[in-house]
């Protein structure tokens, strides 16, 4: 199990657009992706999910990884949380 914390710089938080990309992603990916921000946890295989979260600029989130690809999979969301938030 993977454990990784981020902060969304990004003033427009996860939208559409992102979240959408996020959802492409972790699809790649046979690991349990899930994402935590305060109490909620959701998992990242709906944009639903991911936009029910609300997440904002500023906020921290946690993204839980676990499975048989659980290193390539921390690894391209790394990549993509260092996109967003750049």
Do not use: C, W
Not at 30 to 45: A, F, P, R, V, Y
Not at 63 to 78: F, K, L, T
Request: avoid cysteine; hydrophobic fraction near 45%; charged fraction near 25%.
């Amino acid at each position: 199990m993977i454990f990784k914390e981020y902060t969304i710089l990004a003033p427009e938080g996860i939208h559409a657009r992102p979240a959408t990309a996020l959802v492409r992603l972790v699809k790649k990916f046979k690991s349990g992706i899930s994402l935590k921000k305060g109490e909620k946890t959701i998992q990242l295989n709906s944009l639903l999910n991911i936009l029910a979260l609300s997440t904002k600029g500023g906020d921290l989130v946690s993204v839980v990884i676990d499975g048989e690809d659980e290193a390539e999979a921390a690894s391209a969301i790394d990549v993509f949380f260092k996109d967003l938030t750049a």
